[in-house]
């Protein structure tokens, strides 16, 4: 069962939590979240699954920024969110599908216990301008039968944009990652 919007803000402070927090952005079954201001790109020609791949980090002027087709961006919500004893799940809104922008390829469903900012992966079937701020996607809450066991794996209590971090499932101690540990700032973000 999906919760309704009354039951998602009955809920608030309890089994879920959404910072900030906006009543206008409620919808019947769902909650919009907005675009954060960043975005991220992956700098590799061929992406490797095995590896960290390097990112290269921009933001999004106020007067917008044009997503190219064929290349993936990656992108969070600004809102932070807190799921307990329910399944959260984001999907984009019908009004940015219907402008030809993916805002998640695959990775729309959420586990029990998440907390974090959600990672956007974002493609455009053609070239579109976006907007940071902007209502993006929305979240809504499935309930779940049976014992419950909360999220507490690599993407629980980001702060950030998250690549990819498949590597540290394929290779634990990072053993075949042959870049140079730089600090720029683009690397994953702390999760503490």
């Not at 409620?26 to 990112?55: G, I």
């Not at 984001?90 to 959600?118: C, K, M, N, P, Q």
């Amino acid at each position: 069962m999906i919760l309704s919007g009354h039951e998602i803000e009955r809920r608030m402070g309890k089994d879920i939590l959404i910072e900030p927090f906006e009543p206008s952005q409620l919808n019947p079954n769902s909650y919009n979240l907005t675009l954060h201001d960043e975005m991220m790109v992956y700098e590799e020609v061929v992406l490797d699954m095995a590896k960290a791949n390097r990112v290269r980090r921009f933001s999004i002027p106020e007067k917008g920024l044009v997503l190219s087709p064929n290349q993936l961006y990656l992108g969070r919500t600004a809102e932070r969110t807190v799921t307990h004893n329910l399944v959260p799940q984001i999907e984009g809104r019908s009004s940015v599908g219907r402008l030809g922008l993916f805002v998640h390829v695959t990775a729309g469903f959420g586990d029990v216990g998440f907390a974090g900012y959600w990672t956007l992966e974002m493609y455009a079937v053609q070239p579109v301008r976006i907007y940071p701020n902007i209502p993006i996607c929305q979240i809504f809450y499935h309930e779940v039968a049976g014992q419950l066991s909360e999220y507490s794996s690599k993407y629980q209590h980001n702060h950030d944009i998250q690549p990819s971090l498949l590597f540290e499932e394929l290779d634990p101690d990072h053993k075949n990652d042959p870049q140079l540990s730089l600090d720029f700032g683009l690397q994953r973000s702390s999760s503490t």
